[in-house]
């Protein structure tokens, strides 16, 4: 299936137009993504003065964050980073990639947060800011206007159903990403004086023997969590955001309803491509660890001395130390974030039922992370 940059353009501003009779706001939307990808493409070239070493090296060992949002991706990357076991991007380094034009923009971020999408973000829900670590997919969407963020935030509004569009079995570009991703790690690396990522991709859940492919000594951490949770926490992060910028529940119910629907078969897909990936044998496992969301709550200790000798991280005193303090911290914590299936349209049961081989494999029984 073709899907051209001319086709997804077209598309985006269609369905934005007939859904939200918004025609003028996003051609210049679409004229700043233009300008952002030309600038970044000059200061990119800039870099290659400054850092031509290093940008010739390799990606080694890189650690990935896989999993549905929603499902403790964020926590267990920001911890695993702030405890220098390497580094990943922060929001501002995902949007401006070239090294040369990150230092220009950092001293000027505390302006540009105040027109920054992630303001619309609720705290509550997920924290962030331009400063923060974030999830690597957005970059997709600012360099080649695709990817997962395309889907979920404009196209599910479309007639059809579109998700194809983003099926590496229908439209495989996994070159195409997995080289920008190198391209931007590596800028990553040298503005955080790292020598080893920490990318974040919950995309990836549906194409990740091309990853391992690209990537063989990489090492990844799959978030598994109940679906009755983990579903309707994406579902809420979403259409959170799409109300603090259009006011998403004051539409009317179809058109919500419409959406939600598109959007819930995504997170759901995302579950069952793994899945299909890992029990057919298409994953090498020594590769990647399973990790469950209670597990990470309730034994955070236990499991941190499973998951550093899996990622070859020898840990220092100080953050053995961290590690006990943060696992109490982990089973004191209680979040005061509740989720109503029913304003979703949704049941438990349909949850259970659509997500059943989920339960099966990764929920039903302790996992065991075996290091090889």
């Known amino acids: 299936m073709k899907a051209g940059l001319l086709k997804r353009i077209c598309k985006a501003y269609a369905t934005i137009g007939q859904s939200f009779g918004k025609w003028i706001i996003p051609i210049f939307v679409g004229l700043y993504l233009l300008s952002l990808r030309l600038l970044n493409f000059v200061f990119m070239k800039i870099d290659w003065l400054f850092f031509p070493f290093k940008l010739n090296r390799k990606i080694k060992k890189p650690i990935l964050i896989v999993g549905n949002p929603r499902s403790g991706t964020t926590f267990i990357h920001r911890y695993l980073a702030k405890n220098k076991v390497g580094n990943g991007s922060k929001l501002y380094q995902i949007i401006f990639t070239s090294t040369i034009l990150q230092k220009i923009i950092k001293p000027i971020l505390p302006f540009l947060e105040k027109v920054s999408p992630a303001r619309f973000h609720s705290d509550e829900i997920h924290k962030t800011s331009l400063n923060s670590l974030e999830t690597d997919d957005p970059s997709l969407l600012f360099r080649f206007f695709d990817g997962f963020f395309l889907y979920a935030f404009i196209l599910t509004w479309a007639k059809e159903d579109l998700l194809d569009w983003f099926q590496p079995k229908v439209r495989d570009n996994s070159q195409r990403d997995f080289n920008w991703l190198q391209t931007m790690w590596k800028r990553t690396l040298i503005t955080s004086k790292s020598d080893r990522i920490i990318g974040k991709l919950f995309s990836i859940s549906v194409n990740v023997p091309a990853f391992l492919k690209k990537f063989p000594d990489a090492k990844l951490l799959y978030m598994v969590r109940d679906p009755l949770n983990v579903i309707p926490s994406g579902l809420s992060l979403v259409t959170g955001v799409l109300d603090s910028m259009f006011g998403f529940w004051s ?122």
């Open 251 to 372: 539409f009317p119910e179809h058109k919500r309803q419409h959406f939600i629907n598109r959007l819930y078969n995504a997170l759901v897909e995302l579950q069952l491509r793994f899945h299909d990936d890992w029990i057919n044998g298409r994953i090498d496992k020594s590769k990647v660890a399973i990790i469950q969301f209670d597990r990470m709550m309730t034994d955070f200790d236990g499991l941190m001395d499973e998951v550093l000798p899996f990622i070859d991280h020898n840990p220092s005193n100080e953050f053995k130390r961290n590690i006990k303090e943060t696992a109490e911290k982990q089973r004191a914590y209680k979040s005061g974030h509740k989720y109503d299936l029913t304003k979703f349209g949704i049941t438990e049961q349909q949850i259970k039922n659509d997500c059943k081989v989920i339960y099966e494999t990764f929920l039903n029984q302790k996992v065991n992370i075996h290091v090889q």
